[in-house]
C-alpha cells in the first residue's frame, strides 16, 4: 500500500468529482452504451464455482469518488465504508442505492484507514501502520475504544467466530473477536507458489475471498489450510471513460447473504458494481 499519496492533492482536487456527477457519468454511460449492460436479477455467486472465474455487471450504483476505499461491508441495506490516506481516513454509512454519504467520521489525522468488518453490533476498522484498531457502534458510530496488533492492518473480515486480517503479506492472521488478541495464523499458496499483497477481504460461504494489491483480480482462500481455491478476473469492470489522474486499484468487496449479491469497488471509483460471478470461458 505504498504510493498511496502519489498524486499531489493540489491535482486530486481539481479532477475529484462529487456523487453528483457521479450519478450524471453514470446515466450518460448507460446511454452511450459504453458500460457493460447489467444481466438479470439473479444471485451473484453459483453454488458451484470454478477455478477460474470473471464477472457479469448486474447493476451499477453511484460512488464517492473520494473515497479512498480501504474496506467495505454490507449490511440490512447499507454500505459501510472504511476510506484512507492520512488527514483524510473516515467510517461512513453509504446508501446503497445513490451513493449518499449518510453519516461520516473521521480518523485521527496521523493514521491510515484501512480494513473494516462488523461484529455484532461493532464496526472494527484497522489502521496501516499504526497498529490500532478503531472500535464504533453500529448505531451512530460512538466510539468504543481501541484495540491494537503487531503487523500491518489491511484487510478485515470474521467467519462468525474469529476475526480474519490481511497484512499485505501471505498471511493471514485470526484475532479473538472479544480481547482481540491474535490466536492462528495461515500461510495462503497456490500450489507452491505463496500469493502475496493479500488486502480487502470478505468471508463468502466459508471462504475468504481477497483483493490482490495492484491487480485486478480476487483470490478465493480456504481459511483453514490457507489453500487457494480459485481466482476471478475482474479487469475491465471501470469503464476507461471513467478513469482519471486519481483513479486507483480495485479494492473493497461487500456481500449481501441474504440476496446473494457480491459488490465490487475501487479507490477514487465513482461506481460501485453488482456483479454475478460465472466461468472465465463464459465471460467477456
Known sequence: MQNRNKTDRQARALTRQPVFWAKI?????LLSGCLPRPVGETGSIPMDLSAQ?????????PHDP??????????????YE??????????RKVALETGEVLQRVELPPQVFGEGLT???????Q?????GRGFIHALEGFAP????????????????????????????????DPE??????????????????????????NGEVFANIWQTDWIVRIDPQSGVVLGWIDMAGILPEALITPTTDVLNGIAYDPQGNRLFVTGKNWPLLFQVRLVPLDEGH
Open 25 to 29: 457519468l453514470l446515466i450518460a454511460l
Open 126 to 130: 484497522l489502521t496501516w501502520r499504526e
Open 179 to 204: 480481547s482481540y488478541h491474535m490466536i492462528g495464523t495461515v500461510e495462503v499458496f497456490d500450489q507452491d507458489q505463496p500469493v502475496e499483497r493479500l488486502n480487502e477481504l470478505e468471508f463468502i
Open 66 to 79: 473520494e473515497a479512498f476505499t480501504q474496506g467495505l461491508v454490507y449490511h440490512e441495506g447499507y454500505l
Open 118 to 124: 462488523l461484529w455484532e453490533d461493532r464496526l472494527l
Open 144 to 175: 468504543l475504544g481501541e484495540f491494537t496488533y503487531a503487523t500491518e492492518g489491511w484487510g478485515l473480515t470474521h467467519d462468525g467466530v474469529q476475526l480474519i486480517m490481511s497484512d499485505g503479506s501471505h498471511r493471514l492472521y485470526f484475532l
Open 82 to 91: 472504511s476510506a484512507g490516506l492520512y488527514g483524510e481516513s473516515s467510517l
Open 53 to 61: 472465474m470473471t464477472y457479469e455487471v448486474v447493476n451499477s450504483f
